[in-house]
C-alpha cells in the first residue's frame, strides 16, 4: 500500500520539487482538492474561503523557504510569471535550523543595461523558457486531472469576440436575404400589376379587332394574375398557424362541426400561439406582441440575467429569420416558375395562332373574318357565291346564288343586325321552283310584292346557248312557301330580233349590238315610271355598259306578250360591265356595282349612282371599306331594325375550300 501510494504522487512531486517548490502537506484529501481548483472556473476563487490555504506553495532556496501567495486556476496561468518575478525580486530568509552558519541574509543587486544584443538574446531566452514552462503546466493540468478523477467542465458561453461576430453576421445575412426578397417580390408586383391593367385595357380591341388573339392575352394575363398572388402571399407576414388554422376550420365547416360564424375565434383571434413551444419569445416581434407590458419587461430582465438564456433566445431569433426567408423565397419561387412558364405558354399560343391561319385555309378565313368584322364586313356560314339579294315584305332577306344546289337562300335579321342563315328552310324554297335554276344573276321587287328573277342568259364556253340559264321568274313568298310562280321564256330572241331595240341602240352608238354571247347580271324595278330595267354585262359598246328598259312586265307574264322596249342607255363606269343594279328609295336614284382597275391593274369593286335618265352620267361612291369586299354583285337597300342600311354581298366564296362569302352593311351617313 504504501508503494502505491508514493506511485500516485510521484507525478506531483516531481512536478513541485522541479519548479523549485515544495509543499507544507500531501494528502491525498488535499490532492484532490487542489486538482478541483485548478479545473474549477475563475468566477470561483472567491467563493472556496480557505480552502485555498490548505496549499502553500513554498520556494526552496538555499537561504531557506519562502511562502507563495494561494493561486487558482487564472494563477497557475500565470504562474511561470508570477514564480519569475518572485526570483527577481530581493528575498530574505532564514537558514536552516540544522545549517552550521544559521540564518543568512541573501541580496540581490539590480544589473544595468547591457548591450542591444546581449539583450535580445536574454529576452528570447525567457520568451522560450517562459512557452515551455506553459506547455509544460498545461501538460501537467490535464494530468493531474486525469488522476484526481475530475472531469474538465466545457468552457462557457461567454461574450467571446468569436461568437458575437457570428451571430452579427448570421443576422446580417439573414435581414439582407428579407430584404432581397421583398424586393423581388415587389418587382413581381409592378410588374404583373401592369401587365394585367394593359391587358385589361386593351381586352376590347383584341377582341373587336382579333378574337383569336384573346387565347394568348387570356394566358398571360391569368398568368400575371397568378404570379401577383404568390408575390403577395411571399410579402405579406404570414401569422403563426394561421394558414392550418384556416385549413382546419374549412374541414370542420364541411363537416359541419363548425359554423361561419367560429372563424374569428378559430383563426383570427389566437393569441397563445408562439413560434418555439408554450413560451413566447419576446425577441420574436409575433410572441412579443402577444404578451402584455408587464410580462415583457420581467422576460427581458430574466434574459439579461443570464447569459446561457441570451444565446438561446437569440438562437431562436435567427432561426425564425430563416423560416421567414425560407417562407418568402418559397411564394417568390413560384411566382417566377408561374411568371415563367405562362410567358413561354403565351409565345406558343400566339405563335399557334399567327402561324395556322396561314396553313389551314379555313382558319386563314377566319382570321379574314375577324379583322373584316372591325370594319363592319360580316361573313356568312354557309353562303359561298351570292350574286343578288333581295328584302321580302316582311323583312326577311332573299339570296340568290349562282349554283343550283344554293340557288335560293332566305336570311333572317337579328337584333344585333346580323344576318342568320336556315338551311332546312333554303332546300324547301329550292324545291318550291320545280326546276333547275343555274347561274341566278339578279333580283328584284315590284310596288305589289312580286319578286322577279332572271339568270344569265349566257352560253357556256363552247357557244352553245343552256336552256337552264334562261330564266325569268316572277314569284312571291309567304312563310317559307313560293307562291303564283311564273316565268317567261325566249328574252334572248326577242334582243336578237326585236326592231324596237335596234332602233334604239342605232340611234344612240351609230350600229347594232350581237346578242349572241349575252350576260344579264343586272335587274332593277323603276317604281316612278313602272318600268323594269336590265342591266348587261355583256354586250357592251366601247366599254360602256348597256341598260334597257321594259314598260310592261307585268304583261310579259300574265298576257305571254313579248317585252316592249322603251329606252337604251349607255353608261361610262369605267369598264366591266354591270355586275349589280337596284333602285334605292333613299337616295332616289340606281346604284350600280362593276369591277374597275387601278393603276397597276389590280381589280376591285366600284360602287356608282345613277339617275335613271339616259343622258345623264353615272357618279362614283367612294366607299374606303368596299376594298375589302371583292366582287360585290348583290346590292338591296333594306330595313334594319328600324332604319334604311344598305347592304352589299360579294360574290367570292368557294364552297370547295370552305370559303363563305362576306356581307357588309353600311350607313347611308358614310356614302
Known sequence: MAKKKSD??????????????????????????????????????????????????????????DTLPPYTTRGINAFPAETEAHDRAPVTGELDPGSANGAMTETTETTETTEAVALSDREAKKAKKAARKAAKLKALKEEWAREAGVAAPPAPMGTAKGVETMFRNAFRTEMELLALAATKANIMISLNGFIVSALMVSGAFIFSSSPEFLVPAGIFMLTAAASIVCALLSASPERVGRLQATWRWLKDVFRRKARLRDFKARVSHNPTVHFFGDSPNILIYEDRAKIPKDRYWQMMQDIMNDREQIYYRMSEELYWLGLMADKQFKFLHMSYVVFRWGLLASVIAFTVV??????????????????????????????????????????????????????????????????????????????????????????????????????????????????????????????????QLESYSGLIDDLKNSSELKELIKAKTGTELDFRNTNIEGLAFDPRKNRLMLGFRDPEFNEL???????????????????????????????????????????????????????????????????????????????????????????????????????????????????????????????
Open 8 to 65: 500516485r504522487f510521484t507525478l506531483r512531486t516531481w512536478v513541485t520539487e522541479s519548479m523549485g517548490f515544495r509543499d507544507q502537506e500531501a494528502s491525498p484529501k488535499r490532492d484532490r482538492r487542489r486538482a478541483e481548483s485548478l479545473l474549477a472556473p475563475a468566477d470561483a476563487d472567491a467563493g472556496r474561503g480557505e480552502e485555498e490555504a490548505d496549499f502553500q506553495p513554498t520556494r526552496c532556496s538555499a537561504s531557506g523557504t
Open 354 to 483: 399567327k402561324t395556322l391561319p396561314s396553313v389551314i385555309p379555313a382558319m386563314q378565313a377566319q382570321k379574314q373574318a375577324a379583322h373584316l368584322q372591325t370594319l363592319g364586313i360580316n361573313v356568312f356560314k354557309s353562303l359561298y357565291e351570292p350574286s343578288a339579294v333581295q328584302q321580302l315584305p316582311d323583312g326577311r332577306i332573299l339570296v340568290v346564288e349562282d349554283e343550283p344546289t344554293r340557288a335560293a337562300s332566305i336570311l333572317t335579321i337579328e337584333p344585333d343586325g346580323s344576318l342568320r342563315e336556315d338551311e332546312a328552310l333554303d332546300t324547301r324554297i329550292i324545291r318550291d321552283f320545280r326546276r333547275k335554276l343555274n347561274d341566278l344573276e339578279a333580283l328584284t321587287r315590284d310596288p305589289e310584292g312580286y319578286i322577279y328573277a332572271i339568270t344569265s342568259h349566257s352560253p357556256n364556253r363552247n357557244g352553245q346557248r343552256r336552256p337552264d340559264r334562261e330564266h325569268f321568274l316572277r314569284f312571291r313568298i309567304q312563310g317559307s312557301d313560293i307562291q
Open 545 to 671: 355598259a348597256l341598260v334597257v328598259s321594259i314598260d310592261n312586265p307585268k304583261d310579259m307574264f300574265e298576257k305571254r306578250v313579248p317585252p316592249h322596249f322603251v329606252s337604251v342607255a349607255f353608261l361610262d363606269i369605267k369598264g366591266g360591265g354591270i355586275r349589280s343594279m337596284n333602285y334605292d328609295p333613299v337616295l332616289k336614284s340606281f346604284i350600280l356595282a362593276n369591277e374597275v382597275k387601278d393603276d397597276d391593274g389590280t381589280k376591285f369593286s366600284q360602287l356608282w349612282t345613277w339617275s335613271g335618265n339616259p343622258n345623264d352620267a353615272p357618279k362614283a361612291i367612294p366607299l374606303p371599306n368596299l376594298r375589302y369586299l371583292s366582287n360585290v354583285e348583290a346590292i338591296d337597300s333594306v330595313v334594319i331594325n328600324g332604319q334604311h342600311r344598305l347592304l352589299l354581298m360579294g360574290d367570292e366564296g368557294d364552297a370547295k375550300k370552305n370559303l363563305p362569302a362576306k356581307y357588309m352593311v353600311v350607313d347611308y351617313s358614310d356614302l
